[in-house]
């Protein structure tokens, strides 16, 4: 017999949500469905509405910037466990990036209408999601100045 | 090591000349030399971690890690990054010509005693920090079975910066290896992982406890991926980083490389990350 598992379930077996009251994992869960993308395919391009939070469950994101007359940048590399996106939380829920997906991937994308719904009406349960975010956007503001120090660069004025 | 106290040893400011057998271009600014006593002889014998004073006649001398394998008897082996008028006239050299050689100096990575038998090993390099680290993996390899787990985890600036890329990707290859490679950024032709190397440390793949961490690169990045270790469960005693300063008599007399109470060149340049930890943040030093 094949077992399906819920999608709670799915949100209290990722890393991100691990922990959670089972309640309130029920609770938001409403708000998702399960989505597969292709390999090579947008999760979303920087300007667009950011209309949805993913939980990656399998295969590597890419976040990228794009400049005129370059090549994008990609800056970032996301996988199993990860996170996609924060700007759906604050206006002007915007992407301020492309996401896209290097693999086959499959996430639980949760509508942000929904969810920032549900956070509204239920205090204890913002908390609860803003004390996962916060250290995930701390590790990844840290990545950035390292990348930003640029340390294997050619040392300056080296005497060796 | 073979300084003796004070380095009372004439033998030790000699450098004897070694002739260069071949010359690989590794990246833009990076090459291997392989080099042969002119004299003929024993191969030198080293210890992995350790490293040698290379003299460009004429024009000085400089510290390079030993990059070759310590139990094979072929050529000596550096790779060496052009940062300077001594590494950049080094660049220029070819099979053929000659360069004076003082050492083996300094401390090893403990891969061969009793302290890393059966335990995990998570090996973490950064940039041309792979160099100095090659020889103990080398070791591992050729003892595979004496070690739990063995993670390599490596980033590199850009996927056109990737060194030993052929040998990394064989590595990758073993059933027996744990090897993982990020960049700091990439273009689309990239397929692999994008972001800082102590991320690759946060993904696991071994077992805290017993774990022993050998870690070489720039500075900022041993410490943030000690800070990663820690965070993990590694003990901080268990942790070993490669340490680069001015060295430059390599016996513990001028002075030039001294970090707090140590000699990089006589007590280093791998150290313990709680012997050093705190001087690592210290300004200036």
Redesign the interface.
């Known amino acids: 017999m094949v077992e399906i598992a819920g999608l709670d379930r799915m949100l209290l077996e990722h890393p991100f949500f691990a922990g959670m009251a089972p309640e309130q994992a029920a609770f938001v869960a409403g708000c998702g469905r399960n989505v597969v993308v292709e390999a090579g395919a947008w999760l979303f391009r920087e300007g667009e509405a950011a209309d949805q939070f993913y939980l990656l469950r399998h295969g ?1 994101v ?2 990228e910037l794009r400049a005129p007359g370059r ?7 996301l ?1 199993e466990g990860d996170i996609v996106g924060w700007s759906w939380l604050l206006p002007p829920f915007c992407w301020s990036m492309d996401a896209r997906a ?1 693999t086959l991937v499959r996430v639980v994308a949760l509508d942000a209408h929904c969810l920032r719904d549900k956070l509204d009406s239920d205090p204890a349960l913002g908390y609860a999601l803003l004390r996962r975010f916060v250290p995930v956007m701390g ?1 990844r503001l ?2 950035a100045r ?2 930003l ?7 300056q004025g ?3 | 090591m073979n300084a003796t106290p004070g380095g009372a040893d004439p033998a030790l400011w000699l450098p004897e000349p070694w002739r260069i057998e071949r010359v690989r271009r590794e990246l833009s ?1 990076t090459f291997t030399l392989e080099l042969q006593p002119t004299a003929g002889g024993a191969p030198l014998r080293f210890l992995p971690g350790q490293f040698n004073m290379l003299y460009a006649f004429g024009l000085g001398e ?2 390079i890690s030993i990059s070759g394998d310590p139990e094979a008897d072929g050529p000596l082996v550096h790779t060496i ?1 052009a ?5 950049e006239a080094m660049r220029r050299l070819v099979p053929g010509d000659v360069l004076g050689v003082r050492g083996p100096f300094g401390s090893c990575w403990p891969v061969s005693g009793a302290e890393a038998e059966g335990c995990d090993l998570v090996i973490v390099a ?3 920090g792979l160099a100095p680290l090659r020889p103990a993996i080398l070791h591992v390899l050729r003892h595979r079975q004496r070690f739990g787990q063995v993670c390599i985890f490596y ?3 850009t996927p056109a ?1 990737i060194l030993y890329r052929h040998e990394l990707r064989r590595w990758r290859g073993q059933f027996d290896l744990l090897v993982d490679v ?1 960049v ?5 032709d ?7 190397v ?2 690759l440390v946060e993904g696991g793949g071994y077992d805290p406890q017993h774990t022993l961490a050998l870690v070489c ?2 500075e ?2 041993m410490r ?1 991926t000690a800070r990663a270790l820690l965070a993990r469960g590694v003990r901080r005693e268990r942790i070993h980083v490669s340490m680069e300063r ?1 060295m430059k008599c390599a016996v513990g007399l001028c002075g030039h490389c001294q970090f707090g109470p140590h000699f990089v060149c006589r007590d280093g340049p791998v150290f313990r990350f709680d012997v050093i930890e705190a001087l690592m943040t210290v300004d200036g030093l």
Do not use: C, K
Not at chain 1, 71 to 77: A, G, K, M, R
Not at chain 2, 184 to 188: C, E, I, K, L, W
């Open positions: 590597r890419t976040l090549e994008p940048l990609i800056f970032d590399t996988g290097q590790r840290q990545a390292l990348q120090a640029d340390l294997y660069a050619r040392p080296g005497r060796g | 600014d400089v510290p990054r940062v300077g008028p001594v590494t950064g940039g041309v980033g590199a600036r910066d990020t700091d950024r990439a273009t689309q990239w397929a692999g992982r994008v972001g800082v102590p991320r690169g720039p900022i990045m943030h001015n």
